[in-house]
């Protein structure tokens, strides 16, 4: 047995030699073949997802990097510098001063005896509405005069334009210069300006008035305006 197994085993041919790895050109064409067979799963640089070499030129939305590009028209819109919209709106003036001559030193006196006699001429409107303004209350004079304008309206249709327009500026919560009233006030004119009149606004105006009378006016005369207005107006009577 052991001798048959020996002769089989020296009958084995011997196991074929192994080939040596490429070498040279050969293994460069090898590498070159595997490279091709791969499937290209990895993910493009920055650079190489852009069409035409043009990388991260092209804008969110389009291949091309046109300048009509909308998302070029939204960018250049929202790098606008913030607040413009809103100093165009707020630049609407207030109305002007009421045409008046000068007071005399009799007038400006007159107006410390009573807020009558102030709002009786032009020129105590004008100074009142002045002192106002120092407080950021001159919203108040201005409706009032809107008021007394309304009044003197004839026509249907002008009224009306009108009482809209006092509306929007001076009652409506949304405008800045909103005045002070209470809710039954603000009820009464809700109701009424489904047809306004001249005198929609009279109980309005009355509580306006009532409120210049009792807090602005005794602030206003004893005002630095009120007493540099009368000692000049004074000094000019003495020098006369």
């Known amino acids: 047995m052991r001798t048959a197994a020996g002769a089989q ?3 084995a041919a011997p196991p074929a030699p192994r080939a040596p790895p490429p070498a040279g050109p050969e293994l460069a064409e090898a ?10 799963t ?5 650079g190489q997802q852009a069409v035409g070499g043009r990388g991260s030129n092209a804008c969110c939305f389009c291949w091309c990097c046109c300048c009509s590009c909308s998302c070029l028209t939204v960018r250049s819109q929202a790098e606008q510098p913030p ?39 032009p020129a105590g409107r004008n100074a009142f ?19 007394e304008e309304l009044k003197q309206e004839a026509s249907r249709s002008a009224v009306e334009e009108k009482a809209r327009a006092i509306y929007e500026d001076y009652i409506s919560i949304l405008s ?3 005045v002070s009233l209470d809710s039954r006030v603000r009820e009464l004119i809700n109701r ?31 005002s630095a305006l009120y007493r540099d207005l009368l000692q000049s107006l004074a000094d000019k009577a003495v020098e006369a």
């Open 9 to 11: 085993r020296a009958g």
């Open 31 to 40: 590498g070159k073949q595997q490279m091709s067979t791969a499937p290209d």
């Open 42 to 46: 990895a993910d493009p640089s920055p």
């Open 83 to 121: 607040g413009r919209a809103s100093q165009e709106l707020g630049a609407e003036e207030p109305p002007a001063c009421e045409d008046s001559p000068s007071p005399t030193l009799e007038e400006v006196r007159a107006w410390g005896q009573s807020f009558e006699q102030l709002m009786l001429t």
């Open 129 to 147: 509405r002045e002192f106002l303004r120092t407080e950021f209350s001159e919203e108040n004079m201005l409706f009032w005069m809107a008021c």
């Open 176 to 178: 800045p210069k909103e």
């Open 192 to 222: 009424d300006m489904e047809a306004p009149s001249r005198h929609v606004f009279d109980d309005a105006q009355l509580q306006i008035y009532t409120l210049m009378h009792r807090d602005s006016y005794p602030r206003f005369m004893s």
